[in-house]
C-alpha cells in the first residue's frame, strides 16, 4: 500500500467519526439503519459493518430511553461524580465470588444503579444484569471480581458493606 493511500483511509475514518458524533449529537438514532441513512444524507457512505466498528471504537453504547434505545457517545465524567455518590446510597450491601460480583439495591433502583455502572465503562465490568434489587455484574477477561468489585465501590465514592 502506498503511504497516500493510507493517508487518504485515516482521513476519511476521521471524517466518518466526526459526522457520526455531529448526527448523534443532533437526533435519537436507535439503529445502525438509521444511521446508514443519516450519514448518506451527509454525503458520507458506509456500510453496516463499517459503522459497527465505528460505533466499537467510539465507545459509543446503546442505551435503553423512555422514548426507545438509541445511541450514546458520552460517558459518565467527573461533573456526574455528585450524583453517582447520591445514586451509590441506594446500594445495601456488595459480594463476589470467582465469577460474579452482587450488589444488592433497595427495591426499584437495580436499574438505574447497573445503567451507572455501564456507562462508566469500566474496563474491569465485561457487563451488568439488573432485576429490581439486584444486580449482577461481571468481569472482562484478565480482571478479577475483587478489582471489579473494588472500582464498583470507588465510581459510587463510598465504601459498601
Same mark, same amino acid.
Given at each position: 500500500?502506498?503511504? *497516500? ?5 485515516r482521513f476519511?475514518?476521521q471524517?466518518r467519526?466526526a459526522v457520526?458524533k455531529?448526527?448523534l449529537?443532533?437526533?435519537?438514532i436507535?439503529s445502525?439503519?438509521e444511521?446508514? $441513512?443519516s450519514l448518506?444524507? $451527509?454525503g *458520507?457512505?458506509?456500510?453496516q459493518?463499517t459503522?459497527s466498528?465505528?460505533l @466499537?471504537?467510539?465507545g459509543?453504547l446503546r442505551?435503553?430511553r423512555?422514548e426507545?434505545?438509541v445511541?450514546?457517545l $458520552?460517558p459518565v465524567? @467527573?461533573q456526574?461524580?455528585p450524583?453517582?455518590? $447520591?445514586l451509590?446510597?441506594n446500594?445495601l ?9 452482587v450488589?444488592?439495591?433497595r427495591?426499584?433502583?437495580a436499574?438505574?444503579l447497573a445503567?451507572? *455502572?455501564?456507562n462508566?465503562?469500566?474496563?474491569e465490568?465485561l457487563?451488568?444484569?439488573?432485576g429490581d434489587? +439486584? *444486580?449482577f455484574?461481571t468481569?472482562s477477561?484478565?480482571?478479577s +471480581?475483587?478489582r ?13 458493606p
Amino acid at each position: 500500500m502506498r503511504p *497516500i493511500e493510507k493517508h487518504v483511509r485515516r482521513f476519511g475514518k476521521q471524517k466518518r467519526h466526526a459526522v457520526i458524533k455531529k448526527v448523534l449529537r443532533a437526533k435519537a438514532i436507535g439503529s445502525q439503519h438509521e444511521l446508514v $441513512e443519516s450519514l448518506r444524507a $451527509e454525503g *458520507i457512505d458506509a456500510t453496516q459493518a463499517t459503522l459497527s466498528r465505528d460505533l @466499537a471504537e467510539m465507545g459509543a453504547l446503546r442505551v435503553s430511553r423512555p422514548e426507545g434505545a438509541v445511541y450514546e457517545l $458520552e460517558p459518565v465524567n @467527573a461533573q456526574a461524580a455528585p450524583l453517582l455518590g $447520591e445514586l451509590g446510597e441506594n446500594i445495601l450491601w456488595l459480594a463476589e465470588n470467582e465469577a460474579l460480583v452482587v450488589l444488592r439495591t433497595r427495591p426499584g433502583m437495580a436499574s438505574a444503579l447497573a445503567l451507572a *455502572i455501564d456507562n462508566a465503562r469500566l474496563p474491569e465490568c465485561l457487563g451488568t444484569l439488573a432485576g429490581d434489587d +439486584t *444486580i449482577f455484574a461481571t468481569h472482562s477477561r484478565g480482571a478479577s +471480581t475483587r478489582r471489579l468489585a473494588q472500582q464498583i465501590r470507588a465510581l459510587f465514592g463510598r465504601e459498601i458493606p
